[in-house]
């Protein structure tokens, strides 16, 4: 069991930075794939990033590929969601999810992930 808790969203305007967080409590955490995903209003929950258990592989979205950086500090149980250059089509709520999954092509997928936080609100102005 693990519970993830997101935080660092705010309003913010385009061009700018932010970086979101997200704790992980229970065991093996370290174990887990992490994800980030999101959510805009009337549109499906999309993935965004995520990385492996090592921290040594990382997988982006084209939509966020070198503006946004997924990394993850196991000994603080926190994964974290670096976002450089916001632009508005960056609006939504921002999730982290847990996962043991062994294949690649399955970090995609939003059902590969059996743990979710309950998001935070990014909101990014023109």
């Known amino acids: 069991q693990v519970q993830l808790v997101e935080s660092g969203g705010r309003s913010v305007q385009a061009g700018g930075s932010l970086r979101l967080s997200c704790v992980g409590s229970g065991r093996s955490f370290n174990s887990y794939t992490m994800g980030w995903f999101r959510q805009a209003p009337g549109k499906e929950r999309e993935f965004v990033a995520a990385i492996v258990w090592s921290g040594l592989s990382t997988y982006y979205a084209d939509s966020v590929k070198g503006r946004f950086t997924i990394s993850r500090d196991n000994a603080k149980n926190t994964v974290y969601l670096q976002m450089n250059s916001l632009k508005p089509e960056d609006t939504a709520v921002y999730y982290c999810?847990?996962?043991?999954?062994?294949?690649?092509?399955?970090?995609?997928?939003?059902?590969?992930?059996?743990?979710w936080g309950q998001g935070t609100q990014v909101t990014v102005s023109s």
């Open positions: 999810a847990a996962g043991r999954i062994s294949r690649e092509t399955n970090y995609y997928v939003p059902g590969s992930y059996g743990y």
